[in-house]
């Protein structure tokens, strides 16, 4: 048990008394060997911390022997190999390839690249320390191997990691970068590193993470960017056995749990914002959640552990905001800005660390949690036939470890995707899971930005939000977005975007620009099975604007387009889809029963279209009639292109294309397509045949709205006050009604825009009872038809509001 008095204020009382004195009641002579017990109580703590981060580094009950394991093991090998081989310290540099002296240090993009060249350096020295500790390596235990690692610290520690040093360059790499690789690397080789080299690397961190980067949560100190400014602090504590830097670090977590109605962090509704209005729960979420989920393990059973409320949201988060993203294995594109335009990295790939971590935050979760989230995890394992987690050799062996045990728990069965929708109205984005297919809408607001482009990446993402509509089915498509997509597509022909062609320059926006449209109605509603969506778009530095909805059904996404306007003196379109076939695919293309012709380059329009189908793909149906483009090509770029950091080798993708031409400069143009994935050409034809089951109400800048009856399911955009149907809105709303087989119906409203200070809603269908309603619903009168008035909805940010009725006679 720890002395009640600090080892301080022993030692002050023991020189200040003599022998045969007492300090407290307690003999100096026993205070001495408290003090003593106590210090070696508290070095057992540290190391123990630093045995649990080992393993965490390092990854625990595997067969080094075993595949992948062996592989893995192999590959962290030959690279530890290779960077050894490649050490040549010298003035400014610890290899030839990563020169950090910067010869006119600032912070423009030079500087950055050299102080990335510093933290890419640090990495490679955690490399080497793991090639040296894990088994099965080649270099297990090697003594020239862990002699450079000693070395490499001790000269970047002389050089530049110092706190002599003035940063210059990226903050990330001083304050995240490289304490996290150092640290690391000093936990790895703790009982072989000379003390004075873990101290100097310690006052260092101290300098580059001083304490008052917690004084407030803003900046470059909030959402994950906390979490690791925390685990660099947390690590530089147990390295140097400092328990108040533990204790601040660990404290400094807390802002990080609460749920936030503005900025970063969580929202209620599952949303993630990371950098202001970027949605980011594929990056910076997936980096907290990693980060968080560490640190509650390493500090579990310690005075510094992680709990209370705060644990419990945050942990709540795993269902609430990273699963609605992750789809049989591929965390969806659109909540991970710059990360798509990376090489080597893809929704897949994205997806492996986050499984991992959620079986990891499991070990900390209820009983229950935990139960749901391995299954969980289990089914996207399974599921994921393009690639797999466990064949992801650059997941690394504690990942994989943890994916591998789950694989191999046979009590443990995989559950299958659920069947829902959610809408993320906090980042302007929408999940659907309708039966054997999902998919997602990305939109941009005055709240939400139309993409970031920074650190020369994302350069041409500008239009993922302009209503990108992403889709994959069970078993098949999930290879869309991971083969060299981005690379390769026309950023002007995303799936479901409507756009001007008006030619945008690399980065538009600027730098960390963040640019938003003016527009507020942005959002939509859902009851949870079945979705409206809308969107009123206009274009990044462009004069188009217009009026999107989509309305999500068990089978089917309906897309509307109206008022579609522009005066840039270029082509607007509306790209129904754009599918990637990969390096050699040709799929068949089907227009109203006559096969097209396969043979890149062909292209061709088509009058009045009802409906089109792509084998293997998906079915589309044009209810009205379409003026249909078809296109096929093949397009070959690099990831420089899109990433300054990227290789400029060329690749070569084939697509076909659907596209509506709205003309130049186009005044109130509109659309109305279906899409149905995976469906076939024979049912694609008999749905297009059967003109009862869809009825488009509306389809106008005022309105938009659509009817199926057989599902008892109406729903109407309100761009404007006015009457669809039978719905009625005096103010902008979106409204979703939906009639059940058991006498009961459904209506939710919500005020996307957030600017109804009140709102009435009429539904002309006889209702005898609201059976439930949320507090905003101020008036609600029954009787031939249903009235509905909902008092100030401003502050509900565009929350969906449901009410239940008891319907009545007709």
Not at 197 to 210: E, G, K, Q, S, T
Request: proline fraction near 5%.
């Amino acid at each position: 048990m720890s002395s009640p008095w600090s080892r301080r204020a022993f030692v002050r009382a023991a020189a200040a008394s003599p022998l045969t004195a007492t300090v407290g009641g307690v003999s100096v002579p026993a205070a001495l060997a408290a003090t003593r017990a106590s210090a070696e109580a508290d070095a057992q703590v540290f190391a123990d911390l630093r045995a649990k981060w080992r393993e965490l580094l390092l990854g625990t009950a595997f067969n080094p022997a075993a595949e992948p394991f062996r592989t893995l093991l192999g590959a962290l090998g030959a690279d530890a190999r290779a960077h050894l081989d490649a050490m040549a310290p010298a003035d400014g540099s610890l290899w030839p390839d990563l020169v950090w002296k910067d010869p006119d240090p600032d912070t423009d993009a030079e500087s950055y690249e050299y102080s990335g060249r510093l933290a890419t350096s640090c990495t490679r020295l955690s490399t080497m320390a793991q090639a040296y500790c894990q088994p099965g390596t080649g270099l297990t235990g090697d003594a020239g191997l862990r002699d450079a690692v000693v070395a490499g610290l001790g000269h970047i520690g002389d050089e530049v990691f110092n706190d002599r040093t003035v940063r210059y360059g990226n903050w990330w790499s001083w304050q995240i970068g490289a304490p996290q690789a150092l640290m690391d690397t000093c936990v790895l080789l703790h009982d072989e590193l000379p003390r004075p080299l873990m101290d100097a690397l310690c006052r260092a961190v101290d300098h580059f993470v001083p304490e008052s980067v917690f004084d407030s949560y803003t900046g470059t100190s909030t959402g994950a960017n906390r979490v690791d400014l925390c685990r660099g602090l947390i690590l530089r504590g147990i390295v140097g056995e400092a328990p108040d830097k533990v204790a601040v670090a660990a404290r400094a977590l807390a802002p990080v749990f609460p749920y936030v109605t503005s900025g970063d962090g969580f929202y209620a509704d599952g949303s993630f914002i990371q950098h202001r209005n970027v949605p980011y729960i594929g990056g910076y979420g997936a980096v907290l959640h990693e980060g968080v989920g560490r640190l509650m393990a390493l500090l579990r059973g310690t005075p510094w552990e992680i709990g209370g409320e705060g644990a419990r949201l945050f942990l709540d988060t795993v269902e609430s905001a990273v699963a609605p993203f992750i789809y049989n294995g591929l965390m969806m594109d659109n909540v991970s800005s710059r990360g798509v335009s990376r090489a080597g990295t893809s929704d897949h790939s994205r997806a492996h660390a986050l499984m991992a971590t959620v079986v990891l935050l499991g070990q900390g979760a209820t009983a229950q949690q935990n139960d749901r989230w391995r299954a969980m995890v289990k089914g996207w394992l399974r599921r994921d036939y393009h690639y797999p987690a466990l064949s992801n050799r650059g997941l690394g062996l504690p990942r994989t470890a943890l994916l591998q045990a789950l694989e191999d728990d046979d009590a443990v069965k995989a559950a299958p995707e659920p069947v829902g929708h959610r809408l993320f109205h906090h980042m302007d984005r929408v999940t659907h899971r309708g039966r054997d297919w999902a998919g997602s809408v990305s939109m941009a607001s005055e709240r939400i930005t139309h993409y970031e482009f920074g650190n020369g990446e994302n350069a041409r993402g500008y239009h993922t939000g302009a209503g990108w509509l992403s889709w994959w089915g069970d078993d098949f498509g999930l290879e869309h977005y991971a083969d060299e997509f981005w690379p390769t597509v026309d950023p002007y022909r995303l799936p479901g975007i409507t756009a001007s062609r008006k030619p945008l320059p690399d980065g538009a926006g600027g730098n960390w620009g963040q640019p938003c449209p003016d527009t507020a109605w942005v959002g939509g509603t859902t009851d949870g099975r079945f979705g409206a969506t809308g969107q009123h778009l206009k274009g990044l530095l462009s004069t188009m604007s217009a009026h999107k909805s989509w309305f999500w059904l068990d089978d089917c996404v309906v897309c509307l387009g109206a008022g579609i306007t522009s005066a840039d003196g270029h082509a607007v379109e509306t790209t129904i889809d754009n599918r990637n076939l990969g390096a050699a695919g040709s799929p068949a293309l089907i227009v109203d029963g006559v096969v097209q012709p396969s043979s890149q380059g062909w292209s061709a329009s088509f009058e009045g279209v009802r409906w089109a189908q792509i084998a293997g793909q998906a079915g589309y149906l044009f209810p009205e009639g379409c003026d249909l483009r078809a296109v096929r090509e093949e397009r070959t770029g690099a990831w420089r292109d899109i990433n300054a950091g990227g290789p400029a080798d060329p690749v070569t993708r084939r697509y076909l294309t659907l596209l509506t031409d709205h003309g130049t400069d186009p005044a109130d143009a509109g659309y109305a397509y279906v899409v149905l994935p995976g469906v076939r050409a024979a049912t694609t034809a008999r749905r297009a045949a059967d003109r009862r089951w869809l009825t488009i109400l509306a389809n106008s800048r005022e309105q938009q709205g659509v009817c199926v009856p057989g599902l008892g399911f109406t729903a109407v955009n309100f761009w404007a006050a006015g009457a669809v149907g039978r719905l009625s809105a005096d103010a902008p709303a979106s409204v979703l009604v939906r009639e059940h087989r058991d006498g009961t119906a459904t209506v939710v409203v919500s005020d996307p825009a957030r600017r109804a200070s009140s709102l009435e809603v009429v539904w002309d269908r006889a209702v005898s009872a609201v059976l439930s309603k949320p507090s905003t619903v101020t008036s609600a009168r029954c009787g031939s038809r249903l009235r509905l008035g909902f008092g100030d909805l401003t502050g509900q940010a565009g929350a969906p509001q449901k009410v239940r009725v008891r319907l009545g006679r007709r």
